[in-house]
């Protein structure tokens, strides 16, 4: 056994993933995340046939600049696997590109997915990775993972409410002794509110923006309650003016934004108040001692805890790895298998 300890790049790289919507965070056994890259994958068609021309990052740079004979797509769609194809190719890259040496050896992967996935869309999820070159499988519940990764007690008989805000999901979730006492996934996250604010600007300022454009506008100034002052810091966008047609520059005020992204926050704020009102009422005794931990890329919009403190009432703070808790989490479910081996599902 001692030849195969001095070789970890072949024999212990199992590996924990975070596949989701907007970005796939890999986490390999005794390193930690080595791998976040977009969940985008750009092809080449030529003649009906697909060739994989980038994948990540390199592809992400392509969505919506892309000519007729190239496509630019997220596989992935709120949390579950929209094109299965393309979803085992983006998958088989991130695999390679962390086994660089040992092509022959075939890991064991886990992977987390949304509480709300139903058994067709884990099995799509189980099936990519074992076709990507996995030797077994394993998956994980989101809420479960994140509330890992965010370093709460979940193992003690107390209530912990985690809300996890990602690109396609927010999910949120009372977990005690391990596991979920309630549960609920809303399809509202990251991309949802970069539409918001596409449809806003659409609306308010016969604007066309794309996605990037819009991200990029979330990230920068994006905000939950509207400042203090009625207009907030502002920034400069570019974009297609629909009444001429021809690309024109203005400016956008945090008020402005947090006007279009005020019915995502509502849709999230609204969960959270349903999980409390559906908890038994010890465990909502502890969320009140506790509070609500926020979690996943979403968790970083601007004063989105403030909203929520504002609608609960409860302390709300943000994990201090919120991007990637779900992959530590996983990460860590790998790690420590045979105590969490409860939340870990290899079969179905």
Excluded: W
Aim: charged share 25%.
């Amino acid at each position: 056994m001692a030849i195969f300890d001095k070789m970890p790049g072949l024999f212990a790289a199992d590996m924990a993933i975070d596949l989701g919507t907007a970005n796939t965070l890999v986490y390999v056994k005794g390193r930690g995340i080595i791998l976040s890259e977009p969940s985008v994958v750009a092809y080449h068609v030529k003649d009906g046939v697909k060739k994989v021309l980038a994948v990540g990052e390199d592809a992400k740079l392509m969505l919506g600049r892309t000519p007729g004979s190239i496509e630019a797509i997220r596989p992935m769609r709120e949390g579950v696997i929209a094109d299965f194809d393309t979803a085992e190719e983006m998958i088989k890259h991130f695999i390679r590109k962390v086994h660089k040496r040992s092509t022959f050896y075939k890991p064991k992967v886990i992977v987390c997915v949304p509480h709300g996935a139903t058994p067709v869309e884990k099995r799509a999820i189980r099936s990519s990775v074992l076709a990507a070159g996995a030797r077994r499988a394993g998956l994980i519940a989101e809420p479960i993972a994140a509330a890992i990764g965010a370093g709460m007690p979940i193992t003690d008989p107390t209530g912990n409410m985690v809300v996890d805000i990602g690109g396609g999901t927010t999910e949120v979730a009372v977990l005690s002794l391990g596991d979920i006492v309630y549960a609920r996934s809303v399809r509202v996250g990251g991309d949802r509110m970069d539409e918001a604010i596409i449809s806003y600007l659409r609306r308010q300022q016969n604007l066309l923006v794309g996605e990037s454009t819009a991200e990029r506008i979330k990230t920068s100034i994006g905000t939950a309650r509207m400042p203090d002052d009625g207009r907030g810091q502002s920034m400069q966008i570019r974009g297609r003016d629909l009444l001429t047609g021809v690309p024109k520059e203005t400016e956008i005020s945090q008020a402005q934004v947090a006007e279009a992204l005020s019915e995502p926050v509502q849709q999230i704020c609204e969960a959270v108040m349903t999980a409390l009102e559906t908890t038994p009422p010890d465990l909502a005794a502890d969320i009140v001692d506790r509070g609500v931990m926020l979690t996943g890329g979403g968790a970083l919009l601007g004063e989105l805890d403030l909203a929520l403190r504002e609608q609960t009432g409860l302390a709300v703070s943000i994990a201090d790895e919120s991007l990637n808790c779900v992959a530590l989490g996983t990460g860590k479910a790998l790690e420590y298998e045979k105590q969490l081996k409860h939340a870990i599902d290899y079969d179905s």
